[in-house]
């Protein structure tokens, strides 16, 4: 498929690519220490080293305004889009390597909560690209960029992606919550345990 730049005008409807007022540097750094496995994905969504830097402060008063804020990661190695998952918040990544973001919109889940894959588009985002995804943005897993290995950091209000308690079902996007703030559609082949299998078409690969 075709892989635009993250700089790419289309990119605007997804979300946006900060050129200035975040310093990375200290986290990116800091993110290298961490495994970056080279036949699967990890993800931890809370890293008290990368909160406690400076800049830890400033995206939790500048992206997220105030709000209780959680800094992790997502490293690994990846081809396939699996799945894709919104959230009710925008969420503030890092590209620490290079790697390529495979993205959709809310906006085209259908009443049923089925998804065409067909509507998946790909961005290539340099490392050091610090951008945002708005919480309309369909989304999971970085893919890989020429089969290495990506890094990329993760912000989003605290708890988010954490484990579910005390949760009574209310509506029936309920069915798609697999964790705290996270709504997520999987596709058939991924064989992710407890998730809605509503992605129709390919499982995109790249």
């Known amino acids: 498929m075709e892989i635009k730049k993250i700089t790419d005008d289309s990119f605007k409807q997804y979300g946006r690519v900060f050129t200035q007022g975040y310093e990375v540097t200290d986290l990116i750094a800091a993110l290298t220490k961490t495994d970056a496995p080279k036949d699967s994905v990890v993800y931890v969504p809370s890293v008290d080293e990368f909160e406690a830097l400076p800049i830890g402060k400033v995206i939790k008063d500048s992206f997220f305004g105030g709000l209780p804020t959680q800094i992790g990661y997502c490293n690994g190695t990846n081809n396939k889009l699996n799945a894709v998952e919104y959230h009710r918040s925008s969420e503030f990544g890092v590209a620490a390597t ?109």
């Open 98 to 206: 290079d790697l390529v973001l495979l993205l959709g919109k809310q906006q085209d889940v259908t009443a049923d909560f089925s998804y065409d894959s067909s509507k998946i588009v790909a961005f290539f985002a340099p490392a050091g690209t610090v951008y945002e995804m708005y919480a309309t943005t369909l989304h999971y897993a970085p893919c890989s960029f020429e089969g290495k290995p990506f890094r990329n950091i993760v912000a989003l209000p605290k708890n988010t992606n954490t484990a579910l308690e005390g949760f009574s079902l209310c509506t029936e996007e309920d069915k798609l919550m697999t964790a705290k703030n996270k709504w997520l559609i999987a596709h058939k082949d991924a064989g992710i345990d407890g998730a809605f299998a509503g992605i129709k078409g390919d499982n995109v690969t790249i």
